[in-house]
Nanobody, 123 residues
């Protein structure tokens, strides 16, 4: 059974930082391209960042470049999302996704999803 478990969300003031983690079990993590998405209340799920299986390729939503960094540790079956200079508009549920077989920016490319972790940024 494949499981993706996110952690690291919480309440932070504007300008602060958080690091999200996503631990994958039940499949060969090191061969999976991974991604992070987010969904704010009343909005569609949107791409945040993606990373190739080796970690050699990283991709970001244009609006988030320079503030967010995606990385992975294949030995720990974990993908991370470092979020800096957080803004109230970053408030959302953040989802980890695994096994992308198409464009990393497309949610439909991913086979597996976590349950999400809430990130709330206060002004």
């Amino acid at each position: 059974q494949v499981q993706l478990v996110e952690s690291g969300g919480g309440l932070v003031q504007a300008g602060g930082s958080l690091r999200l983690s996503c631990v994958v079990s039940g499949r060969t993590f090191r061969t999976d391209a991974m991604g992070w998405f987010r969904q704010a209340p009343g909005k569609e799920r949107e791409f945040v960042a993606g990373i190739s299986w080796s970690g050699g390729g990283t991709y970001y939503a244009d609006s988030l470049k320079g503030r967010f960094t995606i990385s992975r540790d294949n030995a720990k079956n974990t993908v991370y999302l470092q979020m800096n200079s957080l803004k109230p508009e970053d408030t959302a549920v953040y989802y980890c996704a695994a096994d992308a077989r198409g464009l990393l920016k497309s949610a439909s490319s991913y086979y597996y999803w976590g349950q999400g972790t809430q990130v709330t940024v206060s002004s």
